[in-house]
């Protein structure tokens, strides 16, 4: 049973856009901080960003800042990555992550990091041409 999926990645030119969505069939989704990870070969799997329950707080990481949005609409079980301001070094596979047994609560830290999260989508390619 798949409990999230990714879509929307594909290909786009360095300075263009794309948006993630990250769909899911989870009944308490709305109580849970989601975030998006993303993994180059060879590379450990790395935080892009995260949003709370509510949609209220959002963290990003540095290299994102400015360039990516992350939200969420809770009615219809989706948080969404808009990225914007491409660039070669956003190439990779993106992950939405969830957080269903509220490990972000025991330790705040958690939420910027894998073991902040215990479920995990398929991932969807995005590819920034140069």
């Known amino acids: 049973q798949v409990h999230l999926v990714e879509s929307g990645g594909g290909v786009v030119q360095a300075g263009g856009s794309l948006r993630l969505s990250c769909t899911a069939s989870?009944?308490?989704?709305?109580?849970?901080?989601m975030g998006w990870f993303r993994q180059t070969p060879g590379k450990e799997r790395e935080f892009v960003a995260y949003i709370n329950y509510s949609g209220s707080t959002t963290y990003y990481e540095d290299s994102v800042k400015g360039r990516f949005t992350i939200s969420r609409d809770n009615a219809k079980k989706t948080v969404f990555l808009q990225m914007t301001s491409m660039k070669p070094e956003d190439t990779a596979i993106y992950y939405c992550a969830a957080d269903t047994l509220g490990l972000g609560g025991l330790n705040t830290a958690w939420r910027s990091e894998r073991r902040g999260y215990d479920m995990w989508g398929q991932g969807t390619q995005v590819t920034v041409s140069s």
């Open positions: 989870l009944r308490s989704f709305g109580s849970m901080t």
